[in-house]
């Protein structure tokens, strides 16, 4: 239930950058910065891990799609350096997720 809102909000984001309306599209950009500063915080504070990272994993090929229209349509819409910020913060959530942890000797 969680992956299906997930993709919603970020397909109705990309829609909404898309569509031309200024109201709508200027309210989408403010929701997607605040989002990608959420993501970055949580990113710097490590918290992609345990519960977070097997979510990601398991969900990654769902989302991988609507995460590149995403990027997509911050691009498009004229806002290039959000969509390179929210496509960093994107591979290092699931690099991080992927990434094998040492096992203590």
């Known amino acids: 239930m969680q992956t299906a809102i997930s993709i919603i909000i970020s397909m109705t984001l990309s829609l909404s950058l898309l569509?031309?309306?200024?109201?709508?599209?200027?309210?989408?950009?403010?929701?997607?910065?605040?989002?990608?500063?959420?993501?970055?915080?949580?990113?710097?504070?490590?918290?992609?891990?345990?519960?977070?990272?097997?979510?990601?994993?398991?969900?990654?090929?769902?989302?991988?799609?609507?995460?590149?229209?995403?990027?997509?349509?911050l691009i498009f819409s004229g806002h290039p350096m959000l969509g390179a910020s929210v496509f960093m913060v994107q591979f290092l959530i699931v690099a991080t997720a992927f990434r094998k942890e040492a096992k203590p000797a």
């Open 19 to 73: 569509s031309g309306i200024g109201q709508l599209s200027q309210f989408a950009f403010y929701v997607c910065v605040i989002m990608n500063v959420l993501a970055w915080i949580g990113m710097l504070l490590g918290m992609v891990k345990d519960e977070v990272s097997a979510r990601v994993r398991r969900t990654f090929w769902i989302q991988f799609m609507p995460s590149i229209f995403y990027v997509y349509a």
